[in-house]
Structures are given as C-alpha cells and as structure tokens.
C-alpha cells in the first residue's frame, strides 16, 4: 500500500503560479497528476517514471507545468505557471509500482484525496 498525501491547492489569479506537492509513503515507479471538474471526466496532466526518467504531459499544460520528484522525500512536485481559468479543477496525485500507459487513470493503483485549484479570471 502507499499513501499519498496532497498540499499546495489554491484560488489563483488567471497568469499566477501555483505548486502542488505530493508525499508518498514510499518510493513508486511512477507519479502523476489528474484533474477533474465538475461535470468533466477525469483527465491526465503530468507524470514522471524512474524508466528513463521520463516526464510527460498533457497537450493542454506543456510549456506552462512542470513536474519533478525528489527521490529522497518520495515527494512529486506540479509546478504551474501561467495558469488559466481553465485549469481550475480537483488536482489528484497518483502512483503505480508497474508499468503501463502513464496517461491512463485505470493503470494507477493510489490515489491521493485531491487539491482544490481554482484560477480566476
């Protein structure tokens, strides 16, 4: 079992920046974000594996989010930059032990309990 634990969520002005900031219980081969709004199904946004490493992302956010992880913490990091109103969303750290396709909610086994992040305009 791993547990994740999510902080750094917030009410941002539309071009601000926010942090998000994961803490696992223990080291992953794979960490990654998903958001969901209201209405809205499930979507990928970021994600790193120690295969490689790799980082990948979602169309939406490339240039403007970037994650990372700091192995000793077992902590995966979201920075965003230039947010939009239509990032405003739950964000949701998840991890897996296996591999897979990183953009798929269903190849992830933990979940976090998600972050508030709302971007005015």
């Known amino acids: 079992q791993v547990q994740l634990v999510e902080s750094g969520g917030g009410l941002v002005q539309a071009g601000g920046s926010l942090r998000l900031s994961c803490a696992a219980s223990?080291?992953?081969?794979?960490m990654g974000w998903f958001r969901q709004a209201p209405g809205n199904e499930r979507e990928f946004v970021a994600a790193?594996?120690?295969?490689?490493?790799?980082?990948y992302y979602a169309d939406s956010v490339k240039g403007r989010f970037t994650i990372s992880r700091d192995n000793a913490k077992n902590t995966v990091y979201l920075q965003m930059n230039n947010l939009k109103p239509e990032d405003t969303s739950v964000y949701s750290c998840?991890?897996?032990?296996?591999?897979?396709?990183?953009?798929?909610?269903?190849?992830?086994?933990?979940w976090g309990q998600g972050t508030q992040v709302t971007v005015s305009s």
């Open positions: 790193h594996s120690w295969s490689g490493p790799s980082t």
């Open positions: 998840a991890a897996r032990d296996g591999t897979g396709f990183v953009w798929s909610a269903k190849e992830y086994s933990y």
């Open positions: 223990r080291r992953t081969l794979t």
